[in-house]
């Protein structure tokens, strides 16, 4: 056999190693212009009008509170295994997680003149990993799936007649359900109001 | 040497197939909060009944004292992808078509606001 078909099948081999360079792009939402901040004691009906419906929403003790949200997460990892050539022995994985998005919220009093608005941004390093892994797969380096959950409206009428019993104890407190708060994705569940439920 | 390049092609021709990948998915209640509905609803006038015959059941209601609000949501993913072996790219867009509705104590409407992504106005 020549040397450039020697070169041709390493090639090859290292091609199948390989089990790719993977890019995932979440974008949920449409962007906030920082610009789109109403005007102190705007009405509620000014504000609809501006923002349109909001993606969030809360009764609380002095009135309503809403949130409008847009979500840019970005995966990427690198993974080599010997699974093609039919050796799932061994993997070795990389990856990383950036997170970029906007928060607006808006708090109003009863009778439906604003009281606050705040907007914020960011660009941050959302977490990644590397692993070496025998046999299977075992972890994965980057977890986005507390991030991209479908919203909690989807799951208002079932969250009334939820039938785990620290979770019906605590529905009184849920902020899912429109009446006590709201919390941005990825509030992790172990503080707060949710921290009730154990489980 | 012809076979090994032949071998190569066809190695390379096979990875390169099925390289594409699209989705959809679609969670909530069906839109039907266009303008061409909602034109029919007046502040001031138009009640709870109005509302819920031209737009069905919410996908929640919101208690605020003795008013209450009905949140309609449609969730609108959109997934399209590069599937190569040493290279996969997936872009997935997620839209929320909305609409909200607000009632006094005698279920008069006060406000509402909707929106609909072009792609959902059909």
Redesign the interface.
């Known amino acids: 056999m020549r040397a450039s078909s020697i070169r041709l099948l390493y090639l090859l081999l290292s091609y199948w190693l390989l089990t790719g360079c993977s890019q995932w792009r979440y974008d949920m939402g449409a962007p906030i212009a920082s610009s789109d901040l109403p005007a102190q004691r705007a009405s509620l009906n000014e504000v609809l009008q501006l923002l349109g419906p909001p993606m969030r929403m809360s009764a609380s003790d002095t009135g309503f509170i809403m949130a409008w949200e847009h979500w840019d997460i970005r995966e990427n990892s690198l993974g080599i295994t010997l699974g093609a050539l039919g050796a799932d022995f061994f993997s070795a994985d990389w990856g990383e997680m950036r997170i970029k998005g906007e928060f607006l919220l808006v708090t109003f009093d009863h009778q439906h003149l604003l009281t606050s608005a705040t907007y914020t941004d960011w660009d941050n390093d959302g977490g990644g990993g590397q692993a070496i892994q025998p046999f299977f797969s075992f972890v994965s380096v980057v977890d986005v799936e507390d991030l991209i959950d479908p919203m909690p409206q989807h799951d208002w009428g079932n969250l009334l007649l939820q039938s785990d019993l620290p979770s019906a104890l605590n529905s009184g407190s849920n902020s899912d359900t429109g009446q006590r708060g709201l919390q941005q994705r990825a509030t992790p569940k172990a503080i707060g109001q949710q921290s009730l439920e154990m489980n | 040497?012809y076979k090994?390049?032949l071998l190569?092609a066809l190695?390379v021709c096979a990875?390169l197939l099925g390289a594409c990948a699209q989705f959809e998915s679609k969670?909530?209640v069906e839109v039907n909060w266009q303008d061409t509905v909602t034109n029919e609803l007046v502040?001031g006038t138009s009640t709870r009944k109005d509302v819920l015959a031209l737009l069905g059941p919410p996908?929640?209601?919101?208690?605020?004292?003795s008013e209450t609000?009905l949140?309609y949501?449609f969730?609108h993913s959109e997934g399209e992808g590069l599937i190569?072996?040493?290279?996969?790219?997936?872009?997935?867009?997620?839209?929320?078509d909305?609409?909200?509705f607000?009632f006094d104590e005698s279920d008069t409407l006060?406000?509402?606001?909707?929106?609909v992504y072009p792609a959902d106005e059909s």
């Open positions: 040497m090994t390049t190569t190695i990875s969670r909530g502040n996908s929640q209601v919101i208690a605020l004292g609000a949140y949501l969730e190569l072996i040493v290279y996969n790219r997936m872009r997935i867009n997620t839209r929320y909305r609409a909200i607000f006060t406000e509402f606001a909707t929106r």
